[in-house]
């Protein structure tokens, strides 16, 4: 049964977010259809607060805060990789983001693939990048909506049957049409109301929560007391020694991989700076303690003896949520879950839809398209991802959304060398890089899928066999591959590497915007 006084917060928050979209015109959008850098990069205008709200909005998604306290109330410790791992992310993006930002700037590039073919002056390595970040993308989206779902179904808030479905369909209609007629600055509007929301959702629940089960101690010993109990089987707060290679490669693995999604390349490339994006950076460990209080609301709900069906931990905090709040709290919680939703979803569909444009429809079908007609190629492809999401989740299992999201940080991980290593050195080759691109995607993906569709593999180690998370080995194998063909293709083919400051080929006028 929905209690009216936590329906109304939420809905109130909802309705205040899709007023914020709407009003995302005041920021500065020409009158007529804009280009494609206006629409999809906002102009590059965006400032250091914006920046930051934009980025942590579009990195730390809705998902992420019901799945991280989720696993920790189903698996214990080994839930906790994913605050290092937001750890190690801030320090890579204080140095690769910049530098991105840079090469893009200088060479009016608008997407990551156009960062690689200025740099490698190779197509085809420009257009496998383009391919896998569509791929790795658009189960994420998807993925936005059965986690919002989830949790607003654990939580009451859902109606069932057809009512809440075009309920979830109508505030996705809103963020769409917004976010067609204003591109990024739809989802920056929105990020500033989720950033409120979700830090003082965040931190009232986390005192609530605290004060009503006696404080950390009491906290954590009556966790430990419900898992010795066997309440959740094979789970503990303390990291077994097994376990190590385990929790260190997910959350390296991880880190790498976050960087390199379009859609937070995307919001990079729309900040106005470089030092922007540094102070950004430097500020985003701020949302990896908003998420570490969700984290420890994990613990909580093992304290408090709530039980999660089976198959659903992430339907732990929200049911922690409507037990322990007030009804007003209960609503303010859960709609910053779902603004948190709207952000991410919104900027993965204009991430996608312009590396589309850019880097597929372009290149392949339509080479003497005009900016005018990029924008609004994009303006559409942007819409039907949105309702492709909707139709995937109301059409497929919410297993089938998790286990191609997976494979998603597999697949996107095998980018890291071109992008990432090729930003600091061009001694390794292009076809050496498409080659080991492809080697990584094969074995990534045949590991997870023999081994169920689980993110963990076994691995040899100095003679011990060791469970590694897949998409490290992957790349690993990538950049074995890469290392070890570059030198001999240098010497079949003649070839030297170009100056690391020069680029090897801009993409085609056609499909530049200056």
Same mark, same amino acid.
């Given at each position: ?21 709407? @009003? ?13 850098? +206006? ?7 965006f ?29 214990g ?12 992310? /801030? ?12 090469? @893009? ?11 690689v ?9 420009a ?7 569509? *791929?790795a993308?658009?189960? !994420? ?56 929301a979700?830090? /003082? ?6 005192? *609530? ?13 009556? %966790? ?19 376990l190590?290679?385990?929790?260190? #490669? ?10 390199? !999604? ?9 900040a106005?700076? %470089? ?7 430097? %500020?985003?460990?701020?949302? #990896? ?22 198959? +659903?931990?992430?339907?732990?905090v ?11 709290? #209960? ?19 204009? %991430? =996608?839809?312009?590396t589309?444009?850019r880097?597929?429809?372009?290149? /392949?079908?339509?080479?003497t ?11 559409? =492809? +942007? ?44 001694? *390794? ?9 492809? @080697? ?7 590991? =997870? ?5 689980? +993110? ?17 080995v992957?790349?690993? *194998? ?14 079949? /083919? $003649? ?15 056609? $499909?530049t915007?200056?």
């Amino acid at each position: 049964m929905i209690e009216p006084l936590s329906a109304t917060t939420f809905l109130a928050v909802l309705g205040g977010t899709s007023l914020l979209a709407v @009003a995302a015109r005041r920021f500065r959008l020409p009158p007529e259809l804009p280009t494609l850098e +206006s629409w999809a990069l906002a102009d590059r205008r965006f400032g250091t607060p914006t920046t930051w709200f934009l980025l942590g909005g579009t990195i730390y998604t809705a998902y992420t805060f019901a799945a991280v306290p989720g696993l920790v109330y189903g698996t214990g410790a080994i839930g906790f990789f994913a605050l290092p791992y937001t750890v190690i992310v /801030c320090p890579l993006a204080f140095v690769l983001l910049p530098r991105l930002w840079s090469e @893009a700037r200088r060479h009016g590039h608008i997407t990551v693939a156009d960062v690689v073919r200025g740099r490698y002056g190779s197509p085809a390595l420009a257009l496998v990048v383009a391919v896998t970040g569509v *791929l790795a993308t658009m189960p !994420y989206i998807a993925l936005q909506l059965v986690g919002i779902r989830a949790v607003l179904s654990a939580g009451g808030l859902y109606p069932r049957g057809v009512f809440g479905d075009l309920a979830l369909v109508g505030v996705f209609a809103v963020l769409a049409v917004a976010t067609y007629r204003h591109g990024l600055r739809a989802p920056a509007v929105i990020s500033l109301m989720k950033g409120v929301a979700i830090f /003082c959702a965040a931190l009232a629940v986390s005192f *609530l929560v605290l004060d009503r089960l006696g404080g950390p101690g009491p906290m954590f010993d009556g %966790a430990e007391r419900a898992l010795s109990s066997g309440a959740v089987p094979a789970a503990s707060l303390s990291l077994d020694p097994n376990l190590f290679a385990v929790y260190a #490669t997910l959350a390296l693995g991880s880190a790498l991989a976050l960087l390199l !999604y379009p859609h937070v390349l995307t919001a990079t490339f729309a900040a106005s700076s %470089a030092d922007t994006l540094r102070r950004a950076s430097i %500020a985003l460990p701020a949302w #990896t303690a908003v998420l570490a209080m969700f984290a420890m609301l994990g613990v909580a709900a093992l304290a408090a003896g709530i039980h999660a069906p089976s198959g +659903s931990a992430e339907a732990a905090v929200p049911l922690l949520v409507k037990e322990l709040m007030p009804a007003a709290l #209960t609503g303010l919680v859960f709609g910053a879950l779902a603004v948190g939703a709207l952000v991410p979803a919104a900027v993965m569909s204009i %991430a =996608v839809a312009t590396t589309f444009v850019r880097n597929i429809y372009v290149e /392949c079908f339509h080479p003497t398209a005009t900016p005018k007609h990029q924008t609004r190629i994009a303006q559409l =492809v +942007s819409l039907s991802t949105k309702i492709g999401a909707v139709v995937f989740v109301f059409g497929l299992r919410d297993q089938d959304a998790i286990n191609l999201q997976l494979l998603g940080g597999v697949w996107i991980l095998q980018t890291f060398p071109a992008v990432a290593i090729g930003l600091f050195t061009r001694r *390794l080759h292009h076809r050496a890089l498409l080659v080991g691109w492809g @080697a990584g995607m094969a074995a990534g993906t045949l590991m =997870v899928v023999y081994s169920g569709f689980s +993110s963990l593999v076994p691995v040899g180690l100095g003679g011990q066999g060791v469970q590694a998370y897949a998409a490290v080995v992957a790349l690993a *194998l990538n950049l074995a591959v890469v290392v070890a063909l570059t030198p001999l293709i240098n010497r079949t /083919c $003649g070839t030297r590497p170009p100056p690391l400051d020069e680029p090897v080929r801009t993409p085609p006028e056609a $499909g530049t915007v200056r």
